[in-house]
């Protein structure tokens, strides 16, 4: 059991533990930026797939989520203007203010949706065919 102890004895020569310590450090780093990036991701399905189902749980998670991250926008895009950072900030505001007016107003918003399933195009089936 003593050999177990003595292997994990860090060395003593400094150059390596630099090396390892930063090694260990990116390691990590990428770890966490992974599970990030994960969770990023399933996050914007839930949103996805609770908003294509029509869940209005969705629609809270989706203005909470996207609203958050509208001050990180904004601090991109006052480090650097682009287009595509624009566009995003653009897109997001558009969809916070729709699904917000969607959570206060719900029974126009579910008239108007009954309104476009209702007046749905009928094809029309000819007789002499």
């Given at each position: 059991?003593?050999?177990?102890?003595?292997?994990?004895?860090?060395?003593?020569d400094p150059g390596?533990?630099?090396i390892a310590i930063f090694k260990l450090f990116k390691?990590?780093?990428?770890i966490a930026l992974g599970l990030g990036a994960i969770l990023y991701g399933s996050l914007f399905t839930v949103e996805g797939v609770g908003l294509w189902k029509g869940k209005r749980w969705a629609e809270y998670l989706t203005v909470i989520a996207t609203s958050t991250l509208i001050a990180f926008e904004l601090y991109e895009l006052a480090r650097r203007?682009?287009?595509v950072r624009v566009s995003a900030l653009v897109v997001n505001v558009a969809a916070v203010i729709y699904?917000?007016?969607r959570l206060r107003h719900p029974?126009?918003?579910d008239t108007a949706s009954a309104a476009q399933r209702v007046h749905r195009p009928s094809h029309a089936v000819s007789?002499?065919?």
């Open positions: 059991m003593t050999h177990v102890k003595q292997n994990l004895r860090p060395t003593r390596l533990v630099t390691g990590v780093s990428l203007l682009t287009m699904l917000v007016y029974r126009a918003a007789g002499n065919a």
